[in-house]
């Protein structure tokens, strides 16, 4: 089985569409319930067996390293004040010395080009890439699903879902040329394509495994939609190469870069909670419920 040991995570983005919030704290640190959104991925990457976490930072995100450091002097005083549930919550924290990478992207040039800055720390090995915006809500996860395929398919592999047409517009879509269960082989992908032009309606979401020959392919490739570096470009470019596999995952995708899709994400996750469900459920009930009025 094909050992996958390294995920790199673009988090330079700056989280626009959440201001003022975002002004002075990264997207990712954004806390979903009690979580931030980058522990969510950090934690599905580290079930899936991921050793080394590359992240492709930009300025203003400092708090992402100061999260993952060792934090003394609050330790020693939830210690010394017998808080042991906060001590035991700040275990999902703690990353072994040296398994942290951070690399700087001084310029927005797209999702491509966040890749292809970690290059020299990935080397000559098939690795993951994980978007934190996309939260995906699953028994297993998504990313531990894939490496399992991908041990006996190999070549890219990309997490899809199926969308509305109207909505391929908002994502990379695959051209299929065959499915066969969770697996479609594809015959080419194509960025934010207009809903009548779409090949399928096989969308790809926040989830890649890939070869390192992609990195030939950014190095090759020029701008694409939007005057950025497409990692669906590269992919696309490499398919003759390594083929492509899209692997429709078991779960529900939030889209947590969108307020929307935050607070969706936030209501399902809390209601998973047992000491939350009970007061939440009756919380929600009451709030849909018609509103009546005193005569």
Known sequence: MTHIRKAVFPVAGMGTRFLPATKSIPKEML???????????????RAAGIEEFIFVTAAGKGALEDYFDTAAALEQRLT??????????????????????????NNPLGLGHAVRLAARLIGNEP???????????????????????HAEHRGH?????????????????????????????????????????????SAIVGRYILEPSIFDRLADIGPGAGGELQLTDAISADLDRTGVTGFRFDGTRFDCGSVQGFVQATVAFALDRPELQSE??????DCTAPMSYAA
């Open 80 to 105: 010394a004040n017998g808080k042991t549930s906060a001590l035991a919550a700040l275990e999902r924290t703690r990353m072994p010395e040296g398994a942290l990478s951070f690399v700087r992207q």
């Open 280 to 285: 939440l459920g009756v919380f929600l009930n």
């Open 31 to 45: 806390p979903l319930v009690d979580r931030p959104l980058i522990q969510y991925a950090v934690d599905e990457a």
């Open 157 to 201: 592999m990309v997490a899809t879902m199926e969308v509305p047409r109207a909505a391929t517009s908002s994502y990379g879509i695959l051209d299929v040329a065959r499915s066969q269960g969770r697996l479609a082989m594809a015959r080419g992908l194509v960025e934010k394509p207009r809903p009548e032009n779409a090949p399928s309606t």
């Open 127 to 149: 690795f993951a890439v994980l978007l934190p915006d996309d939260v995906i809500r699953s028994p297993q996860g998504a990313l531990s699903q894939m490496v399992a395929a």
